[in-house]
């Protein structure tokens, strides 16, 4: 089921405390930091995230983890020169990290979303980050298995949707968003233009609307309403 | 004598830009790169229109150009530092997995990435330092060091309290096994594999000199 919903309060509304939420982005690119800030205001909490990174200076998901809503933090890359509220949590002991190589990251989401049970992959063979996995010798290589990453909410940002809920991304700023909404349960996308159907490319569609429940136009154009 | 001293071919250590520009030379035209944060990144200046190379940036897109300046800096076009690029004629953007299956793949042909250590059959550890109360962080290093068909490290050879960084078994936590083919240092490249370490070529010291610094048993290139 597809929605166009006006505010992004009544996007994140149905997100529940102790849910898996995958966050979209790469640093600052691609982040849905309206989706985040309205996930701030509906006060879920107990939450498990998954993102690249940890959060970054004051703003978006650094605020939520500095709130105390993160339980759970999966990620790659959770230490930067600003990530002072996930340090600190850390540090004290408040949120769990799962540290995992960013591309078993990427591929655990994809798997999630193509009903993959889990795959073998060379990354991390050998490392403290594969202690515990099982590993076995296939295609010339040591191998170790990894499980998918699934969620109750995805959120992402994405350049325009159609009415059919049909998404293109714009240069690096689409990183994580197709295969996080593929991954989650119900996706949310924050959008700059929502354009009519039939205005995109089907060739050119990254993300079909299948994967998406959930449109919310933040800033931006509404090219219908100009047209 | 004169075969002891043959492969010395600078009269002093190499500064950064200089060891760059070496690892620059050495990339076969056409190849497909990544180059890694840090040092790595200062390969960039010195590859030629010529040899047409295409870099990768993990985030997501294949044909990057130079760093963005002025009115070129766009928050949506990031590397995977997070600091603003451009992109080049024939440039394409893909998703985190499709951007690591390049990797894992084998479609890349080099990596280039700095190192705290590099073991005798070419281990690498370079993401974390091991320490009690630091936080890890990895990123793509291990899918970099997996996957790319030839990874080069550029580093110091010596800590800086004189310690090798070349050593018979890392202590530092891996980032791969048996992953690095060559490493690029300040006194010396050596080829790294199953068949051990062969120092390549020295800068501003003989091969003796690197053998007294380098805990293992060094080759010299034929």
Known sequence: MLNFIDTVGEAVAGIQDGSTVMIGGFGNAGQPFELIDALMECGAKDLTVVNNNAGQGDQGLALLIKEGRVRKMICSFPRQSDSWHFDAKFHAGEIELELVPQGNLAERIRAAGAGIGGFFTPTGYGTTLAEGKETRFLDGKWQVFETPIHADVALIKALKADRKGNLVYRKTARNFGPIMAAAAKHTVVQVSEIVPTGSLDPENVVTPGIYVNTVVRVGGLDTEKVA | ?222
């Open chain 2, 1 to 222: 004598m004169s075969t002891e001293t043959s492969i010395q071919t600078s009269a002093k250590p190499l500064g950064r830009d200089e060891l760059a520009q070496l690892v620059a030379r050495d990339i076969a035209p056409g190849s497909f790169v990544n180059l890694g944060i840090g040092q790595p990144t200062l390969v960039s200046n010195y590859l030629t229109e010529e040899q047409n190379i295409t870099l990768h940036t993990e985030n997501g897109m294949l044909g990057m150009g130079p760093a963005a300046e002025g009115e070129e800096i766009d928050g949506d076009l990031i590397n995977a530092g997070k600091i603003p690029v451009t992109e080049l004629p024939g440039a394409s953007y893909f998703h985190h997995a499709d951007s690591f299956a390049i990797m894992r793949g084998g479609h890349l042909d080099i990596c280039v990435l700095g190192a705290f250590q590099v073991s005798a059959t070419g281990d690498l550890a370079n993401w974390h330092t091991g320490a009690p109360d630091a936080i890890p962080a990895v990123g793509g290093a291990m899918d970099l060091a997996t996957g790319a068909k030839d990874v080069f490290v550029m580093m110091t050879l010596l800590t800086r309290d004189g310690t090798s960084k070349l050593v018979e078994a890392c202590t530092y936590p891996l980032t791969g096994v048996g992953c690095v083919t060559r490493v690029y240092t300040d006194k010396a490249v050596f080829l790294t594999g199953p068949d051990g370490v062969t120092v390549r070529e020295t800068f501003g010291c003989s091969f003796e000199e690197i053998q007294e610094l380098v805990p293992l048993a060094l080759k010299r290139a034929e």
